[in-house]
Protein backbone atom coordinates (compact mmCIF):
# COMPACT_ATOMS: atom_id res chain seq x y z
CA UNK A 1 0.00 0.00 0.00
CA UNK A 2 3.38 2.65 0.04
CA UNK A 3 1.73 3.45 -3.64
CA UNK A 4 -0.42 5.54 -1.57
CA UNK A 5 1.55 7.12 0.53
CA UNK A 6 4.23 9.24 -2.49
CA UNK A 7 6.91 11.46 -1.86
CA UNK A 8 5.97 14.80 -1.95
CA UNK A 9 9.54 16.36 -2.15
CA UNK A 10 10.92 18.70 -4.91
CA UNK A 11 13.38 17.09 -6.79
CA UNK A 12 16.17 19.71 -8.08
CA UNK A 13 16.52 19.29 -11.76
CA UNK A 14 20.04 20.51 -12.89
CA UNK A 15 19.84 24.29 -14.62
CA UNK A 16 18.47 24.30 -18.62
CA UNK A 17 21.88 26.40 -19.28
CA UNK A 18 24.45 26.89 -17.41
CA UNK A 19 25.63 29.63 -14.89
CA UNK A 20 28.57 31.05 -16.85
CA UNK A 21 31.11 32.95 -13.75
CA UNK A 22 32.44 35.61 -16.61
CA UNK A 23 31.96 37.21 -20.05
CA UNK A 24 33.65 35.61 -22.89
CA UNK A 25 35.46 37.87 -24.69
CA UNK A 26 35.32 37.69 -28.58
CA UNK A 27 37.63 40.29 -29.57
CA UNK A 28 39.47 42.40 -27.29
CA UNK A 29 43.24 43.19 -28.97
CA UNK A 30 45.58 45.56 -26.73
CA UNK A 31 47.84 47.44 -29.37
CA UNK A 32 45.40 47.33 -32.26
CA UNK A 33 46.22 50.24 -34.73
CA UNK A 34 43.57 52.79 -33.84
CA UNK A 35 41.12 53.43 -37.21
CA UNK A 36 41.53 57.02 -38.63
CA UNK A 37 37.99 57.03 -41.37
CA UNK A 38 36.70 60.05 -43.41
CA UNK A 39 33.38 60.43 -44.60
CA UNK A 40 30.51 57.71 -43.26
CA UNK A 41 32.13 54.49 -43.10
CA UNK A 42 30.70 51.06 -41.30
CA UNK A 43 33.32 50.32 -38.31
CA UNK A 44 33.50 47.11 -36.08
CA UNK A 45 34.35 48.02 -32.51
CA UNK A 46 36.88 46.62 -29.95
CA UNK A 47 36.58 46.22 -26.65
CA UNK A 48 38.48 48.28 -24.22
CA UNK A 49 36.93 47.61 -20.87
CA UNK A 50 34.47 44.86 -18.98
CA UNK A 51 33.29 45.11 -15.69
CA UNK A 52 30.50 43.38 -13.40
CA UNK A 53 29.52 40.30 -15.22
CA UNK A 54 26.20 39.27 -13.81
CA UNK A 55 24.48 36.28 -13.95
CA UNK A 56 20.72 36.73 -12.88
CA UNK A 57 18.29 32.97 -11.99
CA UNK A 58 15.03 32.22 -13.55
CA UNK A 59 13.35 28.51 -11.80
CA UNK A 60 10.39 27.75 -12.82
CA UNK A 61 8.86 24.96 -11.15
CA UNK A 62 6.11 22.33 -12.47
CA UNK A 63 4.09 19.62 -11.22
CA UNK A 64 4.56 15.77 -12.54
CA UNK A 65 1.67 13.76 -13.03
CA UNK A 66 0.77 11.05 -10.46
CA UNK A 67 -1.57 8.71 -9.05
CA UNK A 68 -3.02 9.78 -5.71
CA UNK A 69 -0.81 11.48 -2.78
CA UNK A 70 0.37 14.46 -3.81
CA UNK A 71 2.52 14.60 -6.90
CA UNK A 72 5.85 15.50 -6.73
CA UNK A 73 7.12 18.72 -8.41
CA UNK A 74 10.47 19.91 -10.12
CA UNK A 75 12.38 22.94 -10.75
CA UNK A 76 14.29 24.14 -14.06
CA UNK A 77 16.44 27.36 -13.15
CA UNK A 78 17.84 29.53 -16.36
CA UNK A 79 20.01 32.02 -16.84
CA UNK A 80 20.29 35.30 -18.75
CA UNK A 81 23.04 37.72 -18.03
CA UNK A 82 24.29 41.75 -17.79
CA UNK A 83 27.67 42.99 -18.15
CA UNK A 84 29.54 46.59 -18.21
CA UNK A 85 31.66 47.81 -20.64
CA UNK A 86 33.37 50.01 -23.60
CA UNK A 87 33.78 49.63 -27.14
CA UNK A 88 36.25 51.42 -28.78
CA UNK A 89 35.73 52.66 -33.08
CA UNK A 90 38.35 54.92 -33.82
CA UNK A 91 39.89 58.54 -33.94
CA UNK A 92 38.18 61.28 -33.50
CA UNK A 93 40.46 64.13 -34.30
CA UNK A 94 40.64 67.81 -32.85
CA UNK A 95 36.57 68.38 -32.88
CA UNK A 96 35.44 64.34 -32.59
CA UNK A 97 33.10 62.88 -34.99
CA UNK A 98 29.86 64.54 -36.34
CA UNK A 99 26.91 61.56 -35.63
CA UNK A 100 26.23 57.74 -35.71
CA UNK A 101 23.83 57.04 -38.13
CA UNK A 102 23.42 53.26 -37.52
CA UNK A 103 24.66 51.01 -35.92
CA UNK A 104 24.74 46.42 -35.11
CA UNK A 105 24.43 44.06 -33.00
CA UNK A 106 25.74 40.98 -34.49
CA UNK A 107 23.60 41.09 -37.96
CA UNK A 108 20.47 42.82 -36.29
CA UNK A 109 19.67 46.43 -36.42
CA UNK A 110 19.45 48.36 -32.61
CA UNK A 111 19.51 51.81 -31.55
CA UNK A 112 22.71 53.60 -31.30
CA UNK A 113 20.61 55.74 -28.57
CA UNK A 114 20.56 53.03 -26.13
CA UNK A 115 24.27 53.99 -25.44
CA UNK A 116 26.48 56.27 -24.20
CA UNK A 117 28.58 57.86 -27.14
CA UNK A 118 31.71 59.89 -26.72
CA UNK A 119 32.86 61.20 -30.13
CA UNK A 120 36.41 61.70 -29.62
CA UNK A 121 37.09 64.89 -28.74
CA UNK A 122 40.24 66.06 -27.19
CA UNK A 123 39.83 66.91 -24.27
CA UNK A 124 37.02 63.86 -23.50
CA UNK A 125 35.27 64.24 -20.10
CA UNK A 126 35.15 60.21 -18.91
CA UNK A 127 31.98 58.17 -18.60
CA UNK A 128 30.35 59.36 -15.24
CA UNK A 129 29.37 55.82 -14.49
CA UNK A 130 32.68 54.78 -14.05
CA UNK A 131 33.27 57.89 -12.16
CA UNK A 132 31.25 57.25 -9.15
CA UNK A 133 31.39 53.30 -8.94
CA UNK A 134 35.16 52.46 -10.32
CA UNK A 135 37.03 55.88 -9.71
CA UNK A 136 40.09 54.34 -10.84
CA UNK A 137 39.46 52.77 -14.36
CA UNK A 138 37.46 56.12 -15.32
CA UNK A 139 39.57 57.22 -17.91
CA UNK A 140 39.38 59.81 -19.98
CA UNK A 141 40.62 58.04 -23.75
CA UNK A 142 40.70 61.86 -25.26
CA UNK A 143 40.63 61.71 -29.18
CA UNK A 144 38.75 58.04 -29.19
CA UNK A 145 35.29 57.40 -30.22
CA UNK A 146 33.79 54.32 -27.73
CA UNK A 147 30.81 53.42 -26.33
CA UNK A 148 29.77 52.61 -22.99
CA UNK A 149 26.37 50.70 -21.68
CA UNK A 150 25.79 49.92 -17.93
CA UNK A 151 23.59 46.39 -17.50
CA UNK A 152 23.79 45.50 -20.93
CA UNK A 153 21.13 42.53 -21.49
CA UNK A 154 23.11 39.76 -23.00
CA UNK A 155 19.83 37.55 -22.69
CA UNK A 156 21.17 34.02 -22.15
CA UNK A 157 25.04 34.07 -24.06
CA UNK A 158 27.79 34.34 -21.80
CA UNK A 159 29.73 36.50 -25.29
CA UNK A 160 29.11 40.08 -26.21
CA UNK A 161 27.69 40.32 -29.97
CA UNK A 162 29.67 41.52 -32.67
CA UNK A 163 28.97 45.40 -32.69
CA UNK A 164 29.05 47.52 -35.69
CA UNK A 165 28.14 51.18 -36.70
CA UNK A 166 27.57 53.62 -39.49
CA UNK A 167 29.43 56.93 -38.50
CA UNK A 168 29.38 60.40 -39.87
CA UNK A 169 33.16 60.91 -39.37
CA UNK A 170 35.25 63.65 -39.43
CA UNK A 171 34.68 66.38 -41.79
CA UNK A 172 36.18 65.94 -45.70
CA UNK A 173 40.20 66.74 -45.20
CA UNK A 174 42.91 67.51 -47.54
CA UNK A 175 46.17 66.47 -46.70
CA UNK A 176 48.75 63.76 -47.00
CA UNK A 177 49.76 60.77 -44.83
CA UNK A 178 53.36 58.25 -45.15
CA UNK A 179 52.41 54.75 -46.17
CA UNK A 180 55.20 51.96 -45.23
CA UNK A 181 57.10 52.66 -48.54
CA UNK A 182 57.26 56.57 -47.31
CA UNK A 183 54.99 57.40 -50.32
CA UNK A 184 52.97 60.30 -50.04
CA UNK A 185 49.05 59.41 -50.60
CA UNK A 186 47.14 62.74 -51.15
CA UNK A 187 43.52 62.63 -50.58
CA UNK A 188 40.96 64.94 -52.58
CA UNK A 189 39.82 67.95 -51.52
CA UNK A 190 36.01 67.51 -50.52
CA UNK A 191 34.03 70.32 -49.50
CA UNK A 192 30.78 70.48 -47.51
CA UNK A 193 27.14 71.84 -49.28
CA UNK A 194 24.31 72.69 -48.73
CA UNK A 195 21.44 73.94 -50.83
CA UNK A 196 17.88 75.21 -50.25
CA UNK A 197 14.47 73.25 -52.13
CA UNK A 198 10.85 73.63 -52.36
CA UNK A 199 9.56 70.40 -52.53
CA UNK A 200 7.02 70.36 -55.67
CA UNK A 201 5.97 67.58 -58.29
CA UNK A 202 7.92 65.37 -59.63
CA UNK A 203 9.59 65.86 -56.23
CA UNK A 204 13.03 64.82 -57.57
CA UNK A 205 15.99 67.36 -57.08
CA UNK A 206 19.28 66.79 -59.02
CA UNK A 207 22.13 69.11 -56.45
CA UNK A 208 24.19 71.62 -57.90
CA UNK A 209 27.34 69.35 -57.53
CA UNK A 210 25.67 66.10 -58.59
CA UNK A 211 28.90 65.18 -60.62
CA UNK A 212 31.01 64.88 -57.59
CA UNK A 213 28.64 63.79 -54.65
CA UNK A 214 30.73 62.01 -52.14
CA UNK A 215 28.28 62.18 -49.24
CA UNK A 216 24.83 62.69 -47.73
CA UNK A 217 24.98 65.01 -44.77
CA UNK A 218 21.08 64.46 -44.23
CA UNK A 219 17.92 66.20 -45.08
CA UNK A 220 15.80 68.50 -42.64
CA UNK A 221 12.43 70.37 -43.15
CA UNK A 222 13.35 74.48 -43.41
CA UNK A 223 10.98 76.26 -41.26
CA UNK A 224 11.38 73.69 -38.36
CA UNK A 225 14.70 71.91 -38.64
CA UNK A 226 13.18 68.51 -37.88
CA UNK A 227 15.30 65.66 -39.64
CA UNK A 228 13.67 63.65 -42.73
CA UNK A 229 14.53 60.08 -42.51
CA UNK A 230 16.60 58.57 -45.24
CA UNK A 231 14.82 55.31 -46.59
CA UNK A 232 16.28 52.60 -49.43
CA UNK A 233 13.34 52.72 -52.47
CA UNK A 234 10.71 55.24 -52.96
CA UNK A 235 9.72 57.32 -49.53
CA UNK A 236 6.70 56.39 -48.10
CA UNK A 237 4.36 59.76 -48.52
CA UNK A 238 4.67 63.19 -50.81
CA UNK A 239 3.36 65.97 -49.88
CA UNK A 240 1.11 67.93 -52.55
CA UNK A 241 -1.25 71.18 -52.85
CA UNK A 242 -4.15 71.82 -55.43
CA UNK A 243 -6.50 75.13 -55.91
CA UNK A 244 -10.22 73.90 -56.01
CA UNK A 245 -12.93 76.88 -57.10
CA UNK A 246 -16.36 75.18 -53.94
CA UNK A 247 -18.80 74.05 -56.73
CA UNK A 248 -22.04 72.00 -56.66
CA UNK A 249 -21.92 69.32 -55.28
CA UNK A 250 -19.41 70.49 -53.16
CA UNK A 251 -16.68 67.72 -53.54
CA UNK A 252 -13.72 66.99 -54.96
CA UNK A 253 -11.29 64.54 -56.35
CA UNK A 254 -7.45 65.04 -55.70
CA UNK A 255 -5.61 63.97 -58.40
CA UNK A 256 -3.74 61.73 -56.96
CA UNK A 257 -6.66 60.15 -54.94
CA UNK A 258 -5.61 56.20 -55.70
CA UNK A 259 -2.46 57.06 -53.52
CA UNK A 260 -3.71 59.50 -51.41
CA UNK A 261 -1.90 59.14 -47.66
CA UNK A 262 -3.49 62.11 -45.45
CA UNK A 263 -4.87 65.18 -45.60
CA UNK A 264 -2.44 68.06 -43.76
CA UNK A 265 -5.25 70.90 -44.01
CA UNK A 266 -7.43 73.15 -46.32
CA UNK A 267 -7.01 76.85 -46.78
CA UNK A 268 -8.72 79.71 -48.30
CA UNK A 269 -7.02 80.95 -51.21
CA UNK A 270 -7.27 85.18 -51.23
CA UNK A 271 -9.25 87.11 -49.16
CA UNK A 272 -12.86 86.63 -49.62
CA UNK A 273 -12.77 85.83 -53.15
CA UNK A 274 -13.74 81.54 -52.50
CA UNK A 275 -15.66 81.59 -48.79
CA UNK A 276 -19.04 79.65 -48.99
CA UNK A 277 -21.47 81.29 -47.30
CA UNK A 278 -25.16 80.14 -46.51
CA UNK A 279 -28.06 82.36 -45.85
CA UNK A 280 -31.74 82.03 -44.91
CA UNK A 281 -34.58 83.41 -46.53
CA UNK A 282 -38.51 83.36 -46.77
CA UNK A 283 -39.76 83.42 -50.49
CA UNK A 284 -42.02 86.63 -50.46
CA UNK A 285 -43.31 89.09 -53.45
CA UNK A 286 -41.26 90.18 -55.15
CA UNK A 287 -39.32 87.05 -55.17
CA UNK A 288 -36.14 88.04 -55.00
CA UNK A 289 -33.33 88.31 -52.36
CA UNK A 290 -29.63 90.07 -52.24
CA UNK A 291 -27.07 87.85 -50.59
CA UNK A 292 -25.22 89.95 -48.17
CA UNK A 293 -22.01 89.29 -49.79
CA UNK A 294 -23.55 90.25 -53.22
CA UNK A 295 -20.41 92.72 -53.76
CA UNK A 296 -17.69 89.73 -53.61
CA UNK A 297 -20.18 87.63 -55.10
CA UNK A 298 -18.17 84.62 -56.91
CA UNK A 299 -20.60 81.53 -57.45
CA UNK A 300 -23.68 79.64 -56.69
CA UNK A 301 -23.19 76.31 -54.89
CA UNK A 302 -27.30 75.48 -54.37
CA UNK A 303 -30.54 76.27 -52.99
CA UNK A 304 -32.70 74.56 -50.57
CA UNK A 305 -36.05 74.30 -48.91
CA UNK A 306 -35.65 74.53 -45.28
CA UNK A 307 -38.48 73.06 -43.18
CA UNK A 308 -40.80 75.20 -42.40
CA UNK A 309 -42.72 73.51 -38.99
CA UNK A 310 -43.03 75.55 -36.17
CA UNK A 311 -39.64 76.52 -34.08
CA UNK A 312 -38.52 74.54 -31.18
CA UNK A 313 -39.77 74.32 -28.40
CA UNK A 314 -43.41 74.24 -29.24
CA UNK A 315 -47.08 73.32 -28.06
CA UNK A 316 -50.15 71.67 -29.27
CA UNK A 317 -53.51 70.98 -28.28
CA UNK A 318 -55.44 67.50 -28.37
CA UNK A 319 -58.34 66.18 -26.99
CA UNK A 320 -58.31 62.79 -25.55
CA UNK A 321 -59.68 60.22 -27.09
CA UNK A 322 -59.46 56.41 -27.53
CA UNK A 323 -57.09 54.54 -27.73
CA UNK A 324 -55.48 57.63 -25.91
CA UNK A 325 -52.32 57.90 -28.14
CA UNK A 326 -50.98 61.27 -29.58
CA UNK A 327 -48.36 61.58 -32.11
CA UNK A 328 -46.97 64.76 -32.42
CA UNK A 329 -46.67 66.75 -35.92
CA UNK A 330 -42.31 66.73 -35.12
CA UNK A 331 -42.61 63.00 -33.78
CA UNK A 332 -39.56 62.23 -36.48
CA UNK A 333 -37.51 65.03 -34.77
CA UNK A 334 -38.41 65.09 -31.02
CA UNK A 335 -35.75 65.96 -28.79
CA UNK A 336 -37.63 66.68 -25.57
CA UNK A 337 -40.94 66.53 -23.52
CA UNK A 338 -41.93 69.68 -21.21
CA UNK A 339 -44.73 68.91 -20.08
CA UNK A 340 -48.57 68.16 -20.62
CA UNK A 341 -51.30 70.39 -18.82
CA UNK A 342 -54.89 70.37 -19.01
CA UNK A 343 -56.87 73.02 -21.58
CA UNK A 344 -59.29 73.85 -19.00
CA UNK A 345 -57.57 74.30 -15.74
CA UNK A 346 -53.50 74.78 -16.63
CA UNK A 347 -53.29 71.59 -14.19
CA UNK A 348 -50.13 69.22 -15.34
CA UNK A 349 -50.38 65.86 -15.81
CA UNK A 350 -47.71 63.61 -13.92
CA UNK A 351 -45.33 61.55 -16.77
CA UNK A 352 -45.20 57.99 -15.73
CA UNK A 353 -43.41 54.89 -16.42
CA UNK A 354 -46.10 51.82 -18.11
CA UNK A 355 -50.12 52.43 -18.33
CA UNK A 356 -51.08 55.81 -17.11
CA UNK A 357 -53.84 56.76 -14.29
CA UNK A 358 -55.94 59.29 -14.65
CA UNK A 359 -54.20 62.77 -14.13
CA UNK A 360 -51.25 60.72 -15.66
CA UNK A 361 -49.11 60.23 -19.14
CA UNK A 362 -46.46 58.39 -20.72
CA UNK A 363 -44.31 58.93 -23.53
CA UNK A 364 -41.96 57.23 -26.25
CA UNK A 365 -40.43 58.63 -29.40
CA UNK A 366 -42.47 61.88 -29.05
CA UNK A 367 -45.53 59.76 -29.29
CA UNK A 368 -48.07 60.38 -25.81
CA UNK A 369 -50.20 57.58 -24.11
CA UNK A 370 -53.24 58.99 -21.52
CA UNK A 371 -55.73 57.02 -20.03
CA UNK A 372 -59.18 56.34 -21.39
CA UNK A 373 -60.49 53.43 -19.42
CA UNK A 374 -63.23 54.24 -16.60
CA UNK A 375 -61.35 53.67 -13.34
CA UNK A 376 -63.00 56.22 -10.34
CA UNK A 377 -62.36 60.15 -10.48
CA UNK A 378 -59.09 62.11 -11.07
CA UNK A 379 -57.12 65.12 -10.91
CA UNK A 380 -59.72 66.73 -13.82
CA UNK A 381 -63.09 64.95 -13.28
CA UNK A 382 -63.99 63.69 -16.36
CA UNK A 383 -66.31 60.43 -15.10
CA UNK A 384 -63.18 58.50 -13.82
CA UNK A 385 -60.81 59.18 -17.05
CA UNK A 386 -59.42 61.82 -18.93
CA UNK A 387 -61.28 60.55 -22.12
CA UNK A 388 -62.35 63.60 -23.69
CA UNK A 389 -60.44 66.06 -21.71
CA UNK A 390 -58.32 68.48 -23.64
CA UNK A 391 -54.66 69.25 -23.08
CA UNK A 392 -51.83 70.85 -24.09
CA UNK A 393 -48.79 69.37 -25.35
CA UNK A 394 -45.72 70.91 -25.00
CA UNK A 395 -42.24 69.74 -26.54
CA UNK A 396 -39.17 70.51 -28.09
CA UNK A 397 -38.10 69.29 -31.86
CA UNK A 398 -35.24 69.72 -33.84
CA UNK A 399 -36.09 71.54 -37.31
CA UNK A 400 -34.86 69.39 -40.56
CA UNK A 401 -33.28 70.66 -43.64
CA UNK A 402 -35.40 68.55 -46.38
CA UNK A 403 -32.40 68.41 -48.76
CA UNK A 404 -35.13 69.33 -51.88
CA UNK A 405 -32.37 71.43 -53.79
CA UNK A 406 -33.51 74.04 -56.19
CA UNK A 407 -32.85 74.25 -59.86
CA UNK A 408 -31.25 77.42 -61.18
CA UNK A 409 -32.25 78.44 -64.22
CA UNK A 410 -32.13 81.37 -66.58
CA UNK A 411 -35.03 83.74 -66.49
CA UNK A 412 -38.85 83.14 -64.58
CA UNK A 413 -38.20 80.30 -62.29
CA UNK A 414 -41.42 78.13 -61.98
CA UNK A 415 -42.51 76.16 -58.35
Not at 174 to 190: D, E, F, R
Request: hydrophobic share 35%.
Amino acid sequence: MSFLFQNSRKTANPPANPAYAALRINSSVMGQPVTVAFGVPRLAGNLIDRLKFKAIPHTSTQTTGGKGGTPPASSQTTYTYECDFLLAFGEGGAAGWRSIRRMWAGKGRINPGGFNWFLGTTPQSPWGYLSSNYPARALHYPGLVYCAASGYNLGDSDALPAFGIEAVTLLPWTGSYKTVTNAAITLPQQTPAQENYTISDPYTYAVLQASSFAYDYGVVFGDTGVPLTRVDGNPSTYPAQEAYLIAMPGSYPVAHAATFAGNVGVYYQGTGSNNPAQESYIVASPGAYTVLQAANYNGNIGAYYQDTGTTDPTQESYTIAAPGTYSTLHAANFVADNGVFYADTGVPLTRVDGVPAVGQYALAAGVYTFNTAASGGGLGGGGGSDLGRGVIVKYTYTAAISGQALTLVSGSPAA
